[in-house]
């Protein structure tokens, strides 16, 4: 395999520690310990004008008193000795560094000074760094075996490369894995990410073939677009599973738009993962019960669960916790049912879930599991064993294993069994992944399906393009410098924008309102405009469903009266043809100081409140994005039509989302987009937007 860059941190042929020590409870002790302990390949340098040696190893005064060429540098000294140190690796021709030392950008500006300072000099000398204020890098390669760590826990090889934001969550993940005996390639405590980032690991580990599952634990996003772009590609070949905690007070903001009210900085980070193809674990816990599966079993190609036990109580607890997660209960036929018949006692249930009873032993697990695992109707399975007072739980969850290996389908086993099983089956390999509950169970075999329709999905290779006139676009936005805009000013820029609108004229007296009615025709509706006047039916300032003169000429009277009563000073109106039919939907924009143009789509009008149903999806957005978007509502049922009544244009919907995304794009200048209502009916000529409000601002505000 080609050299890639951050081999020589991973894979180093000589290592200098500098800041070893003999003092136990430092670091530098602990870390020279698990590199020795754990039987480096390479040389290692230990690095420390106080000693003659360390730990059986020739120590030296300084970096440039080292014979030999240096691979790798760890840095473990004081912070203000650090950019000193790492200018000596530099002089010396280190390759690659990991600076344990804490004191950077985590204690405020003046540690993030020395930080900048350091990425600089790395930068500029072409060396790549790990940290600072990180944990190390392990390696489990028998033909490396770095452990440079200051983690009291080895790691074991295994098939997944695990990268940790946090130092000290990073120890507590290496015991999880060790207590599970769960085992990595590599794993790496990120720190302050000053050079080195996930992205950067992402793309290491893209064309590892040791490395079959990506894990990573995350605080912050450095770079959200670039992080998209590269997970899109690598969750392509393997499964990128993350954990990622910590909501941003950046999230919290104005929440004058429905869109910036219902946003969240975690609701951003869940589009986001999913828009690439990322599992979200909730938690550490289930990340590794997701992982265990990932490395073990194949994707399914449905969501179809076929159950297998040998109790009803966990049978009926793991279907309840299936259909919570979304799943669906598998249908046997009736040839499998037939089948089962032939074998089961009697008093069994052949129906999913298959329910062999008390009596069951292996042959009936082995038997069984078999028959359902040839269903066509069934995509994966979950074999449910209650410790029987004959069989053993091994036997049992052996012969599971074997059966599920000679098939291309997922099975998890959930032994309901002592400690003592779960210790004594740690360490067998090739057994199928193993739950003490069905309920996380369920949830594996969701994110399964999950991730099994993502590699199924084809690819987009372009972001669709709109033809726009953006110079009128952005001259329109160019007249408000801050705020919302004008509505009439709205309603121009989604035109330009191909946005269908219910037509409108702008009034500034009641004749011109008069005037307009005729032009737009009855019924109208008619909306008070007064300036910061946001929520215009709060106050009165709209009236529908007017049918003639009399009509409008009274709810010109009406709403000048409560909008001044509520304190605005009415400017004019805007009459508008009165919309009939059709689904009040919600499109938006809003904007993250981080993650940029966010996009949003719901259910619309006073649901929106009420439901709060709505999906969310970043830049870029393809055509499939936005297919999601729209689908993944919980009401999208009541947009295809219950009762007879039309559905919505599905793919107008999608299209409107995209043309909204290159709005979001081109015109950064847009803070938030609210089209609230929108009527969605059955085609274009029936689709209408009715309100709509643009804010605009600088990127920064
Ligand atoms: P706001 O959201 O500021 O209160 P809207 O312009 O959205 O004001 O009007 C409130 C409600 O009135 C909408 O949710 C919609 O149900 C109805 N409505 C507004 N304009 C029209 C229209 N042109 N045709 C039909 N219904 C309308
Ligand atoms: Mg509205």
């Excluded at 649901?607 to 709505?614: A, I, K, N």
Aim: charged fraction near 25%.
């Amino acid at each position: 395999m080609k050299q890639r860059p951050l081999d020589p941190i991973f894979s180093p042929a000589s290592i200098a520690v500098v800041g070893a020590s003999r003092r136990r409870e430092s670091l530098g002790f602990s870390l020279l310990h698990n590199l020795v302990g754990n039987e480096f390949t390479g040389a290692i340098y230990p690095v420390n004008p106080e000693a003659k040696a360390l730990h059986s190893l020739k120590c030296y005064p300084t970096l440039q008193a080292i014979p030999d060429p240096i691979d790798l540098a760890v840095i473990l000294v004081p912070r203000q000795l650090v950019q000193g140190m790492v200018e000596q690796c530099v002089a010396k021709g280190v390759k690659g560094l990991i600076v344990i030392s804490a004191g950077f950008s985590e204690i405020g500006e003046e540690g993030a000074e020395r930080e900048r300072k350091l990425r600089e000099t790395v930068r500029a000398a072409g060396i790549r760094m790990i940290g600072p204020n990180c944990m190390g890098v392990i390696n489990t390669a028998p033909e490396i075996r770095l452990d440079a760590t200051f983690a009291p826990t080895p790691a074991r090889p295994g098939a997944i490369g695990f990268v940790s934001q946090s130092g000290a969550l990073g120890v507590a993940i290496l015991n999880v894995a060790q207590d599970l005996g769960i085992g990595l390639t590599q794993f790496v405590s990120m720190g302050n990410k000053a050079d080195v980032s996930g992205n950067d690991l992402l793309e290491h580990w893209e064309d590892d073939p040791e490395t079959r599952v990506i894990c990573m634990y995350l605080e912050s996003f450095g770079n959200p677009r670039r992080f998209t772009e590269i997970a899109k590609r690598v969750t392509r070949k393997k499964p990128i599973l993350v954990v990622k905690s910590g909501r941003t007070a950046e999230g919290a903001r104005a929440a004058s738009s429905h869109t910036g009210a219902l946003a969240g900085a975690d609701v951003t980070v869940s589009a986001l993962l999913e828009q690439c193809g990322v599992l979200r674990a909730n938690t550490i816990e289930e990340l590794f019960d997701v992982c265990r599966a990932l490395v073990r079993c194949p994707l399914p190609d449905g969501n179809r669960v076929g159950i297998v036990t040998n109790a009803g109580g966990p049978a009926i607890m793991a279907t309840d916790a299936c259909i919570n997660q979304g799943l669906r209960m598998a249908e046997l036929s009736d040839a499998t049912r037939q089948g089962l018949r032939s074998f089961l006692p009697a008093e069994a249930s052949v129906n999913n879930p298959v329910d062999m009873i008390a009596s069951a032993n292996a042959d009936s697990y082995a038997r069984t599991l078999a028959a359902v695992l040839d269903d066509p109707g069934v995509d994966m399975a979950m074999v449910i064993n209650v410790t029987p007072v004959l069989a053993s739980p091994t036997d049992i969850l052996e012969v599971i294993g074997e059966v599920a290996r000679s098939r291309s389908k997922p099975v998890l086993a959930v032994m309901m069994a002592t400690d003592e099983f779960y210790e004594s089956v740690k360490h067998i390999r090739d057994l199928p992944p193993v739950y003490r509950f069905p309920e996380p169970a369920a949830r594996v075999l969701l994110l399964l399906s999950r991730y099994g329709a993502w590699v199924r999905r084809p690819i987009e290779e372009t972001e669709p393009e709109f033809d726009t006139d953006d110079a009128e676009v952005a001259a329109l936005l160019g007249r408000t410098a801050e705020g919302y805009v004008e509505p009439e000013d709205a309603f121009r820029v989604l035109d330009l924008y191909g946005i269908p609108l219910a037509r409108w004229r702008r009034a500034s007296t009641a004749e011109e309102a008069l005037e307009a009615a005729q032009e737009i025709g009855y019924p109208v509706v008619l909306k008070a405009v007064a300036p910061d006047l946001v929520h215009k039916s709060d106050v009165g300032a709209v009236q529908v469903d007017l049918r003639d003169d009399r009509d409008l000429t009274e709810a010109i009277r009406r709403t000048t009266e409560s909008v001044t009563r509520a304190g605005h000073r009415v400017e004019g109106w805007l009459v508008q043809e009165m919309a009939k039919g059709g689904h009040e939907v919600i499109f938006g924009i809003t904007t993250d100081p981080r993650f940029g143009p966010l996009l949003m789509f719901g259910l619309g009008g006073k649901y929106v409140e009420v439901f709060q149903d709505v999906r969310f999806g970043v830049l870029p957005l393809g055509r499939t994005d936005a297919l999601d978007m729209v689908r993944g509502i919980r009401g999208f049922k009541l947009l295809q039509g219950v009762r007879g009544e039309a559905g919505a244009d599905v793919s107008l919907l999608c299209e409107i989302l995209l043309r909204l995304a290159q709005l979001a794009e081109r015109h950064p200048r847009i803070r938030e987009v609210d089209i609230n209502p929108f009527l969605a009916g059955p085609d274009r000529a029936h689709a209408r937007a009715v309100d709509a409000r643009i804010r605009v601002g600088d990127a920064t505000a």
